[in-house]
């Protein structure tokens, strides 16, 4: 009897042991579950800037180092570390860029750069005229580069956007 019951206390041990040592493969898997890969973190969002593609005569002239500056027109996204990204022009009047990494629910700032508004932002930063998938932006943040002005916004999963 005393070896049966050193026998069951062996085994509870053995257990016990092999449920210690599973248990960080465990949690792993219960953080993978809630962590479910078909969950979108990102999703697309189009910025458009109505602006003219062509410079403005005369600015060259009167804001050279801006103008030199700035030479494209062009965002500046936070979830992307502010790195310049050039937007495409849409002639006659418009400036567009999609970006397919935005952060779901995520309060996320941006800011373009234009040759053409030099003459009221020292940088060529735009007050205005900024939609992200249709919706108005307006200036309301700032961003790096000398506290240089910028919109803010949150966008859902289904590409809703918030200001």
């Known amino acids: 009897m005393r070896e049966q ?15 210690a040592a599973a248990a960080p493969v465990l ?3 219960i953080a993978a579950c809630a962590d479910r890969p078909d969950t979108p973190r990102e999703t697309r969002v189009q910025i458009t800037f109505r602006g003219d593609v062509e410079l403005h005569p005369g600015l060259l002239d009167s804001v050279p ?3 030199t500056r700035v030479l ?10 502010y790195e310049a990204v050039a937007m495409i022009a849409v002639p006659p009047g418009m400036w567009q860029i999609t970006f397919d990494d935005v952060p779901i629910d995520e309060a996320v700032r ?23 998938n249709g ?16 919109f803010a916004f949150t ?3 289904s590409g809703r956007v918030e200001q």
């Open 72 to 81: 494209v027109t062009r965002v500046h996204a936070s979830w992307q570390r």
């Open 110 to 132: 941006i800011r373009i750069n234009d040759k053409n508004w030099c003459d009221r932002t020292a940088t060529g930063a735009v007050l205005a005229e900024v939609t992200a």
């Open 135 to 150: 919706v108005p932006l307006v200036q309301n943040t700032t961003t790096p580069g000398g506290e240089e002005p910028g």
């Open 65 to 67: 180092d801006c103008v």
């Open 155 to 157: 966008v859902d999963a």
């Open 5 to 19: 019951n050193y026998g069951i206390r062996v085994l509870r041990m053995c257990q016990l042991a092999s449920l």
């Open 27 to 29: 949690s792993l898997s």
